[in-house]
């Protein structure tokens, strides 16, 4: 606790100095980034997990020790690459403390080469510290592991297509996204065809419109109809017992959050960043993925679908702050920083998901 204080402190202090400052340097910045890492992977490693997902999957990865890689093959249905890669592990060593490790080292490494690609040395340390006390991180890495790892790949690709990158990294990462957990299949399509074809921004608002009509009305759950015998699994989660385990479906809160992220995006696109390409880019990726889970907001556990498009919400919030040369937002760069981490911390405790801090 004393060692955590200690660091949110230090990232506060850095946060409140000009750049390139005695403080506030790349030195500082790149060990304070080292030390947030180590802490959580220390936390991780002589931590009892007991989320509602963690113990099964540790269950197994130790069934896997003594599993050879044709049985693991013969029971395996889809998701290949977690599956090998956990069996992988295993063979070296299989304890639960690891594993734990083992997980956040795959979505910390994905994450902070997304935001290497994006922001300067004292912007990736803001943003990874965010990163790190942001709800869903902590579930990503502790919970539904599959979907954390998943969806740092899909942030991966979507910050190279957004940079315009033309690396093989980008397919390397939308067809391993789906190898990780199926429900990422459909998202990696869809950067795949943002990749070849550029869409306006009027056409992600008025198809996230539309999904959103079906959300709130409650059609999307007939059109999805129309496609069940191509949508794996989508019977299962939309029967009545997975429903009545996870409680209510096309939760009109969900939907609120959305259009609210949304709403701050599209406004500091208009006014602090004179409609900056790469910032759109940045909101089309969001809404098309929010779409997504719009479109499945009426099975259970629907909220993972939604946790693709959220865990662009750190990246959408402070870079209008990073990047914006509007008068007001340099006035005010290091109150407004200040404000954005209270606020970051301070939901966190609100939703009782700050794991790590």
């Known amino acids: 606790m004393i060692f955590s204080t200690a660091l949110t402190g230090w990232v506060y202090l850095i946060s409140s100095t000009p750049q390139n400052s005695i403080i506030n340097n790349r030195y500082n910045v790149n060990f304070v980034l080292f030390c947030v890492w180590s802490y959580i992977s220390l936390t991780l490693f002589f931590s009892e997990i007991n989320t509602v997902d963690m113990p099964r999957y540790v269950h197994r990865f130790l069934s896997y020790e003594n599993m050879s890689f044709s049985t693991l093959m013969r029971i395996a249905d889809s998701e290949y690459l977690f599956l090998i890669s956990s069996w992988l592990l295993s063979k070296v060593v299989a304890t639960p403390n690891v594993y734990h490790v083992f997980i956040w080292v795959l979505v910390s490494a994905l994450l902070i080469y997304s935001l290497n690609k994006l922001t300067s040395s004292w912007e990736k340390m803001i943003l990874f510290y965010t990163y790190s ?6 579930n990503f890495a502790t919970n539904v592991i599959q979907q954390g790892v998943a969806a ?3 942030l991966a690709a979507s910050i190279l297509l957004i940079k315009k990158e033309k690396s093989f990294l980008f397919f390397v990462f939308i067809v391993s996204a789906p190898l990780f957990h199926f429900s990422a299949l459909p998202l990696s399509l869809i950067l795949f065809v943002m990749r070849k074809y550029n869409f ?5 608002i008025l198809l996230w419109s539309l999904a959103a009509f079906t959300y709130i009305t409650g059609l999307n759950a007939n059109l999805a109809n129309l496609f069940t015998s191509f949508i794996p699994y989508i019977d299962i989660y939309s029967s009545q017992d997975r429903i009545s385990g996870y409680g209510n479906v096309n939760r009109f ?5 959305s259009f609210t992220i949304f709403i701050i995006s599209f406004y500091s696109l208009k006014k602090f960043l004179k409609n900056s390409e790469l910032y759109t880019a940045l909101l089309k990726v969001y809404l098309v993925f929010n779409t997504m889970f719009l479109l499945t907001g009426f099975l259970a556990y629907s909220d993972r679908t939604a946790a693709y498009s959220w865990f662009f919400i750190p990246l959408l919030i402070w870079y209008p702050i990073f990047k914006s040369n509007h008068p007001s937002i340099v006035k005010y760069k290091v109150t407004l920083s200040l404000i954005l981490l209270t606020l970051f911390v301070g939901f966190s405790f609100v939703t009782q998901s700050l794991m790590f801090f």
């Open 133 to 138: 006390v942001f709800f869903l991180t902590a």
């Open 152 to 154: 740092s790949l899909l």
């Open 200 to 204: 306006k921004l009027k056409t992600f």
């Open 253 to 257: 809160d969900f939907l609120i959050f």
